[in-house]
């Protein structure tokens, strides 16, 4: 992201925060994180802050889906001390600008108790400055390291780190695949220069080498300049760090330009049907490192899958994940009652156990599982490495 665009979203989130803070101070429960606003008559709102349209659409859906599902089961069995969970839903555009909009319009005039999301990392980054100030419990599946670093207390992940996913899947490649020369190919984000450095400082203890380093933009559809480039150094394999709908068409045209190398990603961005469905023969043995296994033979997926079933949904990774946030802050929503550093403390000391493992957090508000490796084989996803 350029410089100029850093200043703007900086200056927009610093207008926000204090337009939030100012509603926190006038309001009659301010101590109480927003609490007397969240709450219409017998209606907990939580807000969902995702891209709902433009390239990454998909990936909002697939969000808005699981903790669709989540609430309907809570409601069904009887909500929160009998208040139902009323999702509204902000369409972040996967932009950091639009994020701080509708994270701000959640909070001042829906008056949410709490905010699934982001799922890009820029936008959550950008997010958290305002819901943060105003005491509202933020959940995100944002990958950046940096989202370790912000003092936010009120922010928690609910997928696991790069500095968890690049370790484990670069080690792989060094001890598995036995590759020394990587070429990397990423997105233009913060999600993809820190994951890319990451990768980098992990591979100084395994003889690893990057001896490339492009770039594309979020949107792109033609990677033939990078692609061709790569081509000439004679990697071992390209790591990529995208999201699906960008892998698909870089391995497509991998192909059709005769690089025939191994792919390999550091985490499960791209763990959906559509990479296959949109990438067909071209992604076949592309590795990645994920925390969920969709065919896990567990009482959570199992009853996940039936829930996602009767409703006609697809049992997606990302829907799956946002299931399990949504569940987990609806245990700590009854924990902490109306009180904001209640609920606060109950997420940050949370002991869950959820489709996508055990969800506890660091004192970061990270989650610290260990992850699997997997590979696309003959159309679906295998794990070919277990978790330790």
Not at 107 to 122: C, E, L, P
Not at 190 to 217: C, H, P, Q, R
Not at 323 to 339: I, N, P, S, T, V
């Amino acid at each position: 992201m350029a410089h100029s665009t850093h200043l703007f979203v900086k200056k927009m989130v610093m207008f926000m925060v204090l337009a939030v803070l100012l509603v926190g101070c006038s309001a009659t429960n301010s101590s109480s994180g927003n609490s007397s606003s969240s709450k219409s008559g017998d209606v907990i709102k939580v807000g969902l802050q995702a891209p709902m349209t433009g390239d990454n659409a998909q990936y909002g859906q697939d969000m808005k889906n699981g903790v669709e599902l989540a609430f309907k089961k809570i409601n069904s069995d009887g909500g929160i001390d009998g208040k139902k969970l009323k999702l509204i839903v902000g369409d972040d555009k996967a932009t950091p600008s639009e994020a701080v909009a509708v994270v701000n319009k959640m909070i001042m005039n829906d008056g949410v108790k709490a905010i699934i999301g982001g799922y890009n990392s820029s936008p959550t980054l950008a997010a958290q400055d305002v819901s943060g100030p105003a005491k509202v419990l933020h959940l995100n599946m944002g990958a950046s390291p940096d989202l370790s670093k912000t003092g936010n207390k009120y922010l928690f992940r609910v997928i696991l780190t790069g500095s968890v996913y690049v370790p484990a899947v670069m080690k792989y490649m060094s001890e598995e695949k036995k590759v020394k020369k990587i070429a990397a190919l990423f997105e233009n984000t913060d999600y993809g220069i820190t994951m890319y450095d990451a990768a980098k400082e992990s591979t100084k203890e395994l003889g690893v080498e990057f001896i490339a380093a492009e770039k594309y933009n979020p949107g792109d559809k033609n990677f033939s300049a990078q692609l061709s480039k790569i081509k000439t150094l004679n990697a071992d394999a390209v790591m990529v760090v995208g999201l699906y709908n960008e892998v698909a068409l870089i391995e497509q045209q991998a192909k059709q330009a005769g690089l025939n190398v191994q792919f390999f990603s550091p985490d499960d961005s791209m763990y959906s049907e559509q990479l296959i469905s949109l990438g067909g023969d071209a992604v076949e043995n592309h590795i990645f490192a994920s925390m969920i296994d969709l065919n896990a033979d567990t009482k959570e997926m199992k009853e996940f899958k039936k829930i996602a079933e009767e409703n006609k949904i697809p049992a997606q990774a990302n829907t799956a994940i946002a299931y399990d946030a949504a569940m987990a802050l609806a245990k700590a929503l009854a924990e902490g009652g109306d009180d904001a550093e209640k609920a606060r403390d109950a997420l940050a000391n949370i002991q869950y156990q959820g489709i996508t493992g055990p969800i506890k957090f660091d004192k970061n508000g990270d989650r610290s599982n260990t992850p699997m490796i997997m590979q696309v084989q003959k159309g679906d996803f295998v794990v070919i490495k277990e978790s330790e």
